[in-house]
């Protein structure tokens, strides 16, 4: 059974495998870097990154994914980003929970919640992420461009309901 539960300071190190494991093509770039080189690295990004949510995406749910009771990845969404708005701001699977219908599962309920609070729901999502074919295909539109390295892509209830 896939489930959710608010992230916890004991789950830093799950959370950190969890984001490594969406970096390991860019650090396959970088084979003249050792493995401790490449997690001091992404030890260094990941925390960056997490002390920025925390910070400038204040209320948001930071959220750990459960199937079965193992920590397997996180979703983190701001559901007040804004009067009208839902911003998911990462969901991230670790490989091995990956093309199983869990992200597919998690997407299909923000999209369910947005759609009952009357909410465009929007994600930034890297140019070269396989999963925007997942966002297309829930039917999110790419809308603009961010930094040339993400898209931001829209779902908007009122297109998306009979």
């Not at 493995?35 to 400038?56: G, I, N, V």
């Not at 996180?74 to 199983?100: C, F, G, K, T």
């Amino acid at each position: 059974m896939v489930s959710l539960r608010p992230i916890t300071e004991a789950d830093l190190p799950t959370l950190l495998d969890i984001y490594a494991s969406t970096r390991a093509d860019e650090m396959a770039l970088v084979p003249e870097w050792s493995e401790t080189d490449k997690r001091a690295f992404l030890t260094q990004q990941f925390m960056a990154q997490h002390q920025y949510y925390q910070e400038f995406y204040q209320g948001a749910n930071l959220q750990i994914i459960e199937n079965d009771g193992v920590s397997v990845g996180r979703m983190y969404v701001h559901w007040n980003y804004s009067p009208s708005e839902v911003r998911i701001m990462d969901i991230a699977l670790l490989p091995d929970y990956r093309r199983r219908g869990i992200g597919k599962k998690m997407l299909e309920s923000v999209l369910n919640k947005g759609a009952e609070l009357g909410k465009t729901v929007t994600i930034h999502v890297e140019y070269n992420n396989p999963a925007m074919k997942l966002y297309e295909r829930l039917n999110f539109r790419k809308i603009g461009e961010f930094n040339s390295v993400y898209y931001l892509y829209e779902w908007k209830p009122a297109a998306n309901t009979p």
